[in-house]
């Protein structure tokens, strides 16, 4: 629910509201996306991001593994909803280029013949970047909130 909300305000065209007074993008996460996303506010007054970053590194590892799985086992269907889920929940947060591999995995599994080891490496390897990039970026967020208090 809050991926949701999240995502309807991103798609809204508030990403704008990000500042940009220095360029937090990298090859992983494009933490200007994250940025936009401080206007929302939760009802404790919590770090809305951190709140997102966590529920994505408590649900991806699970859904990644219901990849690998649907692929071993060639059960296209349940891969390409575990695909696009990743797929959404990784564009979200601001996770590009695993949103890509995503879009890439869900395509090619509608062909149910194709070889798709690789790209489920990808998927893997890409979300091992993106968990790092993640928790570096909770860890500012928590110390920056830290030290906003005192």
Known sequence: MLFDQV?????EGNASFATSTVNLTNDVLDAEVLKSFERVKSNDNSDIV???IELYLQ?????????????????WDVLKRAA?????SSSTLGLRTLAKVCQ?????????????DDLVEA???QFVEAREALLAE?????????HRTK
Do not use: F, M
């Not at 649900?59 to 059960?75: F, G």
């Not at 696009?84 to 959404?88: E, F, Q, R, S």
């Not at 090619?108 to 798709?116: G, K």
């Not at 909770?138 to 920056?144: A, D, H, I």
């Open 7 to 11: 995502a309807n305000l991103n798609r």
């Open 50 to 52: 951190i709140e997102l």
């Open 59 to 75: 649900s991806t590892p699970e859904r990644i593994q219901t990849i690998r799985k649907a692929a071993a086992e060639n059960e």
């Open 84 to 88: 696009h889920t990743v797929k959404g």
């Open 104 to 116: 890439a995995l869900e395509a090619r599994s509608w062909s149910c013949s194709d070889s798709i």
């Open 123 to 125: 998927v893997e390897s």
């Open 138 to 146: 909770r860890k500012r967020r928590q110390y920056r909130s830290i």
